[in-house]
């Protein structure tokens, strides 16, 4: 298991800093979070730091899937942040960029030319990635992982992880033989941050501290 902070696009202030420059703006009806633009740019540049720190050299490229449905959409906000990064840095121009595929909700069977849960072909060159939102059992990775197997012969799958509920899905993880479970977010340590910025009432970080002590997994 691998827990990292990298100072690239920081902690969770970088959370309240979309809330605040931008994310507050939205209408009433629409504040939800992935609604807003900037904290997909910064939460793909986070994801892409994390997946480059944590890609071994026998790696080749790094390719993410997203469980369907939020993760679909964090894989893809990572490889755009890696393309970014490329482009307006020639220093980084040797990096290896970042790909991403789409694992289905369903397999299709009625129509359409591919049956497999994960779209293209397998690649060799490429490592993939399961890419979710949180993690609280570990059920949809696992889940997800044997989707991926199904289409794939992958070997050694790392999962990347926006936040961690901290009720024991990680550790399962582990226990399930994922080798790289890279998280970048834990959930007390965001609780902590919003309270202590005043975003949030006092106490309500220790509530969600007892929330996830009532909730282990057994």
Same mark, same amino acid.
């Given at each position: 298991?691998?827990?990292?902070?990298?100072?690239?696009?920081?902690?969770?202030?970088?959370?309240?800093?979309?809330?605040?420059?931008?994310?507050?703006?939205?209408?009433?009806?629409?504040?939800?979070?992935?609604?807003?633009?900037?904290?997909?740019?910064?939460?793909?540049?986070?994801?892409?730091?994390?997946?480059?720190?944590?890609?071994?050299?026998?790696?080749?490229?790094?390719?993410?899937?997203?469980?369907?449905?939020?993760?679909?959409?964090?894989?893809?906000?990572?490889?755009?942040?890696?393309?970014?990064?490329?482009?307006?840095?020639?220093?980084?121009?040797?990096?290896?960029?970042?790909?991403?595929?789409?694992?289905?909700?369903?397999?299709?069977?009625?129509? &359409?030319?591919?049956?497999?849960?994960?779209? #293209?072909?397998?690649? %060799?060159?490429?490592? +993939?990635? !399961?890419?979710?939102? $949180?993690?609280?059992?570990?059920?949809?990775?696992?889940?997800?992982?044997?989707?991926?197997?199904?289409?794939?012969?992958?070997?050694?799958?790392?999962?990347?992880?926006?936040?961690?509920?901290?009720?024991? &899905?990680?550790?399962?993880?582990?226990?399930? #033989?994922?080798?790289? %479970?890279?998280?970048? +977010?834990? !959930?007390?340590?965001? $609780?902590?941050?919003?309270?202590?910025?005043?975003?949030?009432?006092?106490?309500?970080?220790?509530?969600?501290?007892?929330?996830?002590?009532?909730?282990?997994?057994?």
């Amino acid at each position: 298991m691998v827990y990292i902070k990298v100072s690239a696009f920081g902690g969770p202030w970088a959370i309240l800093s979309v809330y605040r420059r931008g994310f507050a703006e939205l209408p009433a009806r629409n504040k939800q979070l992935f609604l807003a633009p900037l904290l997909f740019w910064l939460i793909g540049h986070k994801l892409a730091a994390l997946v480059r720190a944590n890609t071994k050299e026998e790696d080749g490229q790094p390719c993410l899937i997203g469980i369907p449905t939020a993760g679909t959409t964090l894989a893809q906000a990572a490889s755009m942040a890696s393309y970014q990064r490329r482009v307006k840095s020639p220093q980084n121009a040797e990096e290896p960029l970042i790909s991403f595929r789409v694992m289905r909700e369903a397999l299709k069977t009625a129509h &359409g030319t591919h049956s497999q849960w994960v779209d #293209g072909d397998y690649d %060799v060159r490429q490592t +993939y990635w !399961l890419v979710d939102n $949180a993690v609280t059992s570990g059920q949809s990775i696992i889940q997800g992982r044997k989707r991926l197997h199904e289409s794939y012969p992958a070997k050694d799958t790392p999962c990347l992880i926006l936040v961690d509920r901290q009720q024991g &899905g990680v550790e399962r993880l582990q226990k399930e #033989g994922f080798s790289r %479970v890279v998280v970048a +977010y834990k !959930l007390l340590e965001l $609780a902590e941050t919003f309270e202590g910025l005043g975003y949030w009432p006092k106490g309500s970080a220790k509530k969600v501290e007892e929330e996830i002590q009532a909730h282990q997994l057994a």
